[in-house]
């Protein structure tokens, strides 16, 4: 609290870290303001088979929380619904989850961050609050989904591969903006490429790429195929003439020729070699090596890693 104190403020907007939305922020404050809240939490409708993983509040009609309980039982949930519009109704969105988003007025944020003894906001802090303090519900019902897993956050990235995709980073209204790095224009050649986002500085000579993302300075050797796939891309080119055939079995930084690779997460800087092959799904169980990683049968290679000519997963 140190830190945030040398700042003079009069609310603190607190976020999640491993989310995926689009909100206006200055319309949750403002409707914190108006309401002379000390806490406003974000709420999502959820239905009754997510609503045991998050934090569910109940909230009367101007809003106002006034139960909270965490990750509830379903034997619970009959007790915890609110109102919600009609069209979360007909989708059965009828419980209310906090998102992990708070606006905290700053008196009440440092009186709370004095005991010791709470650590966590939706076990601890919003529930004892609760009985004292003016809590309101901020709804949001647009496009939201938690990527702090494989399986959420490989769902997230090739969705921005559909026509018009839930998070649009084509809206004008509602830009996404990234860091600069004044890379070359991606080269593709002999490619078939269907619901494909490539990105700046690639080099891309395989056969087909379907639904899949591929990430910065990607180099994708002759014959390769990918699909349902993310490829986070390099931090830095490698020249041909630099590599060193006793170094990294040879392999070239990024994907060789003839591979295929179907359901998987490429990481950074990963050498994979000629004849390659990763098909990823739900034959393959959970399980880790130093090389890769699979989860809900989404194939992960490691960052760095290397994997030899021919090598199959």
């Known amino acids: 609290?140190?830190?945030?104190?040398?700042?003079?403020?009069?609310?603190?907007?607190?976020?999640s870290g491993d989310q995926l939305y689009q909100m206006d922020f200055n319309e949750m404050i403002e409707a914190h303001k108006k309401a002379g809240a000390a806490i406003t939490i974000a709420s999502l409708p959820v239905?009754?088979?997510?609503?045991?993983?998050?934090?569910?509040l109940k909230a009367d009609a101007e809003n106002i929380i006034t139960e909270f309980i965490e990750k509830p039982a379903p034997s619970l949930l009959p007790d915890w619904t609110s109102n919600v519009s009609e069209e979360m109704q007909r989708e059965g969105k009828i419980y209310l989850a906090s998102m992990g988003i708070y606006v905290f007025n700053r008196e009440?944020?440092?009186?709370?961050?004095?005991?010791?003894?709470?650590?966590?906001?939706?076990?601890?802090?919003?529930?004892?609050?609760?009985?004292?303090?003016?809590?309101?519900?901020?709804?949001?019902?647009?496009?939201?989904?938690?990527?702090?897993?494989i399986d959420s956050?490989?769902?997230?990235?090739?969705?921005?591969?559909?026509?018009?995709?839930?998070?649009?980073?084509?809206?004008?209204?509602?830009?996404?903006?990234?860091?600069?790095?004044?890379?070359p224009p991606s080269?593709?050649?002999?490619?078939?490429?269907?619901k494909t986002v490539v990105s700046d500085g690639c080099i891309i000579h395989a056969s087909r790429i379907e639904h899949s993302v591929i990430g910065i300075r990607s180099r994708i050797g002759k014959g390769t195929t990918i699909a349902h796939s993310y490829i986070m891309g390099n931090d830095y080119y490698q020249n041909l003439n630099e590599i060193d055939t006793n170094y990294n079995n040879g392999?070239?930084?990024?994907?060789?020729?003839?591979?295929?690779?179907?359901?998987?997460?490429?990481?950074?800087?990963?050498?994979?070699g000629n004849d390659v092959r990763i098909n990823g799904g739900k034959h393959l169980p959970d399980y880790n090596t130093d090389l890769y990683s699979v989860k809900e049968g989404i194939v992960v290679v490691k960052k760095g890693a290397v994997l030899p000519n021919g090598y199959v997963i």
Request: charged share 25%.
């Open 153 to 183: 956050f490989y769902e997230a990235n090739l969705g921005l591969t559909d026509d018009i995709p839930q998070f649009n980073l084509f809206d004008n209204m509602k830009p996404v903006y990234t860091r600069a790095r004044l890379l």
């Open 47 to 56: 239905v009754a088979k997510e609503a045991s993983e998050f934090g569910i």
């Open 251 to 272: 392999t070239v930084l990024g994907i060789g020729e003839r591979c295929h690779l179907n359901n998987c997460i490429i990481d950074k800087n990963v050498h994979i």
């Open 1 to 15: 609290m140190q830190h945030f104190l040398n700042y003079e403020f009069d609310y603190a907007l607190i976020l």
């Open 187 to 194: 080269k593709i050649s002999g490619t078939q490429l269907e």
């Open 108 to 149: 009440l944020l440092v009186e709370l961050m004095k005991d010791k003894e709470t650590k966590d906001f939706g076990k601890e802090i919003i529930p004892q609050a609760i009985q004292s303090q003016k809590v309101l519900s901020f709804p949001y019902e647009g496009y939201w989904t938690d990527i702090g897993n």
